[in-house]
């Protein structure tokens, strides 16, 4: 079945410092998302892809979309405390439509 | 964005019982999903509800031990059948919400603890 690859499992990096996070995939995807998730919650949407090659910002986020569809990144730029949580990445292209997860990067700042 | 809401947040349950969680979308879709996410783990899709049709149920998933209702555009239920500690998990719902693209958002969990 699909499976995204996603690294680094878990990211421990002082605050103010720049963050990068990917994800790859034998498969292709139609749209791919990134998502937090804090502890006892459930994922929040960051940012939604869906064009080979798509760059976008949210604020101090941004991804981009591979132009092969089997991969993408996240940047978080100058890290804040509030940042720490799991991000996930997530691919879109089932029969269903629905989502296929990464396994998460856990993500601490230090003060 | 799009509010998702799931109750109940937590319960601790007694073994061998069942519990519904119910999911409450603030408009309509078409497509609703439920995942399991087990202590530390990532997402796991449990089935995806349509209006009007049966669930569908990814490979090791069954209706006995998870049936879900639709019955509407907005609600969906997810029932954990004869609940065992594996079942321990947080149990997530989304909506997929079709705009400028499919945009999938989820809920805030349910997280059930089996005893």
């Known amino acids: 079945g699909q499976q995204l690859n996603q690294s680094p499992q878990s990211m421990f990096i002082q605050e103010g410092e720049d963050v990068s996070m990917n994800c790859t995939s034998s498969?292709?995807?139609?749209?791919w998302l990134w998502y937090k998730q804090d502890p006892g919650e459930g994922p929040v949407l960051l940012i939604a892809?869906?064009?080979?090659?798509e760059l976008t910002s949210n604020g101090r986020l941004t991804a981009q979309f591979g132009i092969t569809r089997k991969d993408s990144f996240l940047n978080i730029s100058a890290s804040i405390p509030s940042d720490v949580g799991i991000y996930f990445c997530?691919?879109?292209?089932?029969?269903?439509?629905?989502?296929?997860f990464g396994k998460g990067t856990k993500l601490s700042v230090k003060p | 964005s799009a509010v998702i809401s799931q109750k109940p947040s937590r319960d601790i349950c007694q073994r061998g019982t069942s519990l519904t969680i119910q999911c409450q979308v603030d408009?309509?879709?078409?497509?609703m999903f439920w995942y399991r996410q087990q202590p530390g783990q990532s997402l796991t899709l449990i089935a995806t509800?349509?209006?009007?049709?049966?669930?569908?149920?990814e490979s090791g998933f069954v209706i006995d031990k998870f049936p879900i209702s639709r019955p509407n555009l907005t609600f969906s239920t997810l029932t954990v059948s004869n609940m065992s500690p594996e079942d321990s998990s947080i149990y997530l719902c989304?909506?997929?919400?079709?705009?400028?693209?499919?945009?999938?958002?989820f809920g805030e969990g349910s997280w059930l603890t089996v005893v």
């Open positions: 498969s292709i995807f139609n749209t």
């Open positions: 892809l869906y064009k080979a090659g």
């Open positions: 408009s309509q879709v078409t497509m």
């Open positions: 989304s909506a997929e919400f079709r705009g400028r693209g499919n945009t999938i958002y």
């Open positions: 509800a349509n209006q009007g049709s049966e669930a569908t149920y």
């Open positions: 997530a691919g879109q292209g089932g029969s269903q439509g629905n989502l296929i």
